[in-house]
Nanobody, 119 residues
Framework: QVQLVESGGGLVQAGGSLRLSCAASGRTFSGYVMGWFRQAPGKEREFVASISWSVGITRYPDSLKGRFTIAKDNAKNTVYLQMNSLKPEDTAAYYC????????????WGQGTQVTVSS
């Protein structure tokens, strides 16, 4: 059973940085795409970043390029999200997700970690 456990959220001042971690377990993730999403209260879930487990290809929405960086450590089965120059509008619950090979949708989700950016 795939399990994704996020950590690293918290309260930070605007302009600060946080690094989120997602510990993945339950199978080998070769061929998977790992992603980060976020959801603020009253808003739809938003794509933040993704990385292919095997090749390391990354994707970001244009709005977050340059501030957020996704990375992985295959040996630790962990995916990271480095967030710099944080803004109050980055406040949200952040979720890690895994998309199996040849699937369109992310099938596995973590429980989320809260990020709050104060002005």
């Amino acid at each position: 059973q795939v399990q994704l456990v996020e950590s690293g959220g918290g309260l930070v001042q605007a302009g600060g940085s946080l690094r989120l971690s997602c510990a993945a377990s339950g199978r080998t993730f070769s061929g998977y795409v790992m992603g980060w999403f976020r959801q603020a209260p009253g808003k739809e879930r938003e794509f933040v970043a993704s990385i292919s487990w095997s090749v390391g290809i990354t994707r970001y929405p244009d709005s977050l390029k340059g501030r957020f960086t996704i990375a992985k450590d295959n040996a630790k089965n962990t995916v990271y999200l480095q967030m710099n120059s944080l803004k109050p509008e980055d406040t949200a619950a952040y979720y890690c997700a895994a998309r199996p090979p040849n699937k369109r949708d992310f099938a596995y989700w973590g429980q989320g970690t809260q990020v709050t950016v104060s002005s």
